[in-house]
Structures are given as structure tokens and as C-alpha cells.
């Protein structure tokens, strides 16, 4: 059925910049460089940045005294540095985890092994798993690989090849579905961890791969699920950024190199914003260091008997 030119339902009028602002300052935002402002609302659409105002909000139309225009950019901005920082280590532990599986499972079961169901644990839904593969291939079609292998080949992709084109949910769901002793090799290999706890921090990736990916807002905004408890941290995970930094450390594949890259950066970031980010509202303890940042202090990885029947 067409969709209709002029929707009988009521929406929202569109709005100028100068009316965006004006609608700021009637809910208490303090506005002191109106030019600023300006060019902030032409090249940031007012919708997104209205995310990062919701989090002052202390009635439906009213701003918390003193929120200020200032304040909730350094916030946004706050926010889009985070987000590329995260997305620099998450590519680490998802090509990590792609090469992992990938070698594991071709070897145990050939190069077309993920072909067989019987070759997966018995949740995994193989009529699913086989439509979301023909439109990896279809969505790829000007890839070199694709062409590639659909001229030379008649279409075969061996694992390897075919998990280039997975995304990390992709990914995670191949985990999951491995079974039992296969994940568990994979996840001592690659991590030397728990496969229980992998799966569960995979997933927890997962969600914050998907937020920075689509630009969504870090601050003040936990996430839905709750990571898998770290074997001797002193604290309870709750499903705040934080938590979620502590999962990647366990999972990020160059130990040597995680203080310089990431954390000595994040250290940087937390520093040249402290004047209007509440790190709190992250889920940071003041001494968030100890944690995230000296090695020495670190959360060891220490493994888990697994029950396999729980």
C-alpha cells in the first residue's frame, strides 16, 4: 500500500535555528554566545542535541538553574570523543574475536563447516543463519571479495572469508551458537577467559558498538544489560559505561599497549573536560584509575570453574 503524500496524523511543525533557540531559552538555557549557538544548530540537528539537554531537565519544560548552551556542547563533544576512543578499541577485540573463530571453526569442521547445522549447538536456528549469510553476499555485492569468489568459486565462501562481512552482532551470534567445547577453546584462546563470561561481555560489546556507531548518546544513559560479574572485582556491575569499559579491558587483546592507546587517552579525555562532565553520571568512581588504568591495580583474570549445566 503507497504511503499517503500528507499523513493524516498530527505532527510536529519544523522550526528555524532562531526559534530552536528561542524555545532553549524559554526552558531556562542559558544562551551567551548567540552566534555560537547559531552555528552549533545549523550543522547539529536540534533532535540529537536534545538528548544531551534532556539530561538537565528537571521538568518536562524546564532546565535545572544554570544549564547553559556551554555546558551541554562540552558535553556533546565530551560524548563524540568518547565514542571514537571506544570504537578504536572495540575493532580490536571484534577482529580479534573474528580471526579466532574463524581459524577454530574451519579447522575442527572444514572451510564450509558453518554450512551443517549439526555443527552448532542446538539453539542455533540454521534457516536464519543461512538467509542472513545470502544477504551479507547480496549487500556486498561490489566487494572484490564477493566477486571474487562468486567468479572463481560459483559462490563458496569459506569461513574466513564470510566473516568479513559479519557485523560484531553478527559475530556474537556465531559465538553463541557455537557449541559448548567450541566456545570454550575460542574463548581461552583468544581472551583466556570463561566462556561464560565472553559470551556475556560479547553481547554487552555488542550494545556499545551499536551506540557509538550510530552516534548515540554515552552520557547519562546506562545500558540495558548488565555485563557478567569479573571474577575478583571489588565492585557490582550495574550496567553503566563504566562497567562496560571494564568488560572491554578484560577483552581487549594487547595488554601491553591498552594503558598507552586507551586508557592514557581516556585519562586526557576525562582531564580536558573535568570543568562539565560529572563522571559520576558515567558510572566513574573517583578512583577510576585503579581500575581502568594502572596495570598494577588491575583486575586479574582469574578463572571460573564453568557448569555447563546451569
Known sequence: MPRPETPSVHVKSPATVEDQIEKLRSRGCVIEDYDHAVCALSNINYYRLAHYFAVFLETKNRYADGTSFETVMHIY???????????????????????????????????????????FDRQHIHKA???RIDRMIENNTGEQLVTHHMQK???AFPLWV??????????????????????????????GLPYRCVESWLQCLSELRNRCAHYNRLYADPFGTVPKQIAGLDRNMTGTLFD???????LYPRNEIWN???????????????LYVDIARIGFPDDWQKYLVDRAGAVNRIQEPENDEI
Open 129 to 131: 543463519f543461512l538467509k
Open 244 to 250: 562496560y569499559m571494564l568488560v572491554l579491558k578484560q
Open 162 to 191: 564470510i566473516m568479513e562481512l559479519f557485523s560484531f552482532g553478527s559475530l556474537n551470534t556465531f559465538f553463541s551458537d557455537m557449541k559448548v567445547e567450541d566456545k570454550r577453546a575460542v574463548a581461552e584462546n583468544a581472551f
Open 260 to 274: 598507552v592507546m586507551i586508557a592514557g587517552k581516556l585519562s586526557q579525555l576525562i582531564a580536558e573536560y573535568s
Open 77 to 119: 563533544d565530551f560524548d563524540r570523543l568518547m565514542r571514537s576512543l571506544l570504537l578504536t578499541a572495540l575493532e580490536e577485540v571484534e577482529i580479534t574475536l573474528r580471526a579466532n573463530i574463524s581459524n577454530y571453526h574451519a579447522l575442527k569442521y572444514g572451510a564450509l563447516g558453518y554450512l551443517n547445522e549439526s555443527n
Open 153 to 155: 568459486y560459483g559462490g
